[in-house]
């Protein structure tokens, strides 16, 4: 009898636990917000060059290329999209990052946008965040990060045999206005005058 109380108590404390860290979570993800609110869009995109591109090939892996976004209001990320001129490469996984510029690139989500980006012509992308995201006012680089793909083993091998071949690229189309760029070498990220021409709608809170 007395390791039967011993086993109920111990079953009890341990529901109760995990109910408490149920509710610390839900805590957690509650976000309140004073003030009116109005949907907007913010453009990332400056003038586009005409027939410029750039270029992710598959040796690119962990690269970051996106836009600068400034807000003088909470604003909720609802959704991001951008242009793709083309892609030849297999099984390409995109990341949407967002990085505070104004705290030192610190990240904003807790987990990169993930993407997956089929073998095509022109494409537009959209991703939509899981959870609800909300960024201060500030300025801000929306950044698209080459996570992974599947390289064609056939095309390289044309290539070192000295066959004329054209590697294989994801391609963005390219706009004039500041942006910034992630290596993977050394997670530096430097200041550039193209930008891939991100667009992000959501709410926006005065």
């Known amino acids: 009898m007395k390791k039967i109380c011993i086993t109920l108590i111990a079953l009890f404390l341990a529901c109760a636990q995990q109910i408490e860290a149920q509710e610390a979570h ?41 836009s600068t976004i400034k807000t003088k209001h909470p604003f909720e990320v609802e959704e991001i999209n951008f242009d793709i001129t083309s892609n030849s490469i297999g099984d390409v996984t995109l990341g949407i990052e967002i990085y505070n510029i104004s705290n030192n690139f610190s ?56 066959k004329k071949n054209e590697r294989e690229a994801l391609l963005f189309p390219l706009y004039l206005k500041k942006r910034y760029i992630g290596h993977s070498s050394n997670d530096s990220i430097e200041r550039c005058k193209i930008n891939m021409g991100l667009k992000i709608r959501g709410i926006e809170y005065k």
């Open 26 to 66: 839900q805590l957690d993800e509650l976000v309140i917000i004073d003030g009116k609110k109005k949907h907007k869009k913010m453009f990332g995109t400056g003038v586009k060059i005409p027939c410029a591109v750039a270029s992710l090939t598959p040796d690119k892996r962990g690269y970051e290329v996106g």
């Open 107 to 162: 990240r904003t989500l807790q987990e990169p946008l993930l993407i997956k980006v089929p073998v095509g012509k022109k494409q537009e992308i959209s991703v939509q965040p899981e959870k609800r995201t909300i960024i201060e006012p500030g300025e801000y680089f929306v950044a698209i990060k080459f996570i992974d793909c599947v390289e064609n083993k056939e095309k390289e091998h044309s290539e070192n045999s000295g």
